[in-house]
């Protein structure tokens, strides 16, 4: 009998998505890869199979999350875990990123994956079995990073909403992981996949440092290795007791204990302040 759990990972035609389908589908399990181009992902992973189905999905468009979601239904009859991989960066700063940046930022990284899980979760609760990945970042925990205000604030919601997501599905026995990514050597500093702002202000001299320090030197030189991180997820996927928080990284391991250390540090400096609010 064939247990190789079935998996719905969206962007996979290229980074983290990609590397992950190709791992999978080498060690027979099943996958239903999702991109905006079914053309891309039959060049990267090949045409339909029994293991395999490429599907073209509009993250933002209810309809075609939902299409997609019931091509999967009727190929491999169910799915076991969700990886909601699909995303962009954006670099630029509160004062010069219009509304319009900002949103669309939050369209296809927060409400995008929110599509994905609400037309994934009915069938995850009939099985009473399932894993659901919400790929974060570690800028979705540590947001010391100026000109990523934006993008960490839609990796803040990721986090946040899969906390209380992973405490609503537990008594179905379902389980849920925030990923957090440090840097992996992937295409997201790459102009397709990394958008900067239209109108620039120049005054901000240490954000188009590091604009360009990420364009030209962090970008191909990441120490994260994408393979590496795909055996991870698999890992966890097949553990009794996954963790809610993943982070994936020396770099992200390293920034998280930093944080903590931070908060631990002014909780206890204001202490008194904090304790002294009440009647």
Not at 43 to 66: A, Q, Y
Not at 83 to 99: F, I, K, P, R, S
């Amino acid at each position: 009998m064939d247990n190789k759990k079935v998996w719905f990972i969206t962007g996979a035609s290229k980074g983290i998505g990609l590397e992950l389908a190709k791992k999978l589908l080498a060690e027979g399990y099943k996958v239903a890869a999702t991109s905006r181009s079914e053309a891309s992902l039959i060049k990267e992973l090949g045409t339909t199979s029994d293991n395999f189905i490429p599907l073209e999905m509009d993250l933002v468009d209810e309809k075609s999350v939902k299409n997609a979601i019931d091509k999967t239904i009727n190929h491999f009859k169910t799915i076991d875990v969700l990886v909601n991989n699909a995303g962009y960066g954006l670099l630029g700063t509160l004062e010069e990123l219009t509304d319009a940046e900002a949103r669309k930022n939050y369209e296809v990284n927060v409400f995008g994956l929110l599509n994905v899980i609400r037309n994934t979760m009915p069938i995850l609760r009939a099985n009473k079995t399932g894993h659901i990945f919400n790929i974060s970042s570690v800028g979705g925990y540590y947001g010391e990073f100026p000109g990523w205000g934006i993008y960490c604030s839609t990796k803040f919601a990721v986090a946040g909403l899969t906390e209380s997501l992973a405490a609503e599905i537990k008594p179905f026995g379902l389980h849920a992981t925030i990923v957090y990514p440090g840097y992996f050597r992937t295409d997201f500093l790459k102009d397709s996949s990394l958008l900067l702002p239209e109108n620039p202000i120049a005054e901000y001299k240490n954000v188009r440092e590091s604009e360009s320090a990420h364009k030209e030197d962090i970008n191909g030189n990441q120490p994260g290795d994408p393979v590496k991180l795909a055996e991870a997820l698999i890992k966890a996927a097949e553990d009794q007791n996954p963790p809610l928080h993943l982070f994936l990284g020396e770099d992200a391991f390293n920034m998280a204990n930093q944080k903590i250390a931070s908060v631990q540090s002014e909780l206890g400096q204001w202490k008194e302040v904090s304790v002294s609010t009440g009647f």
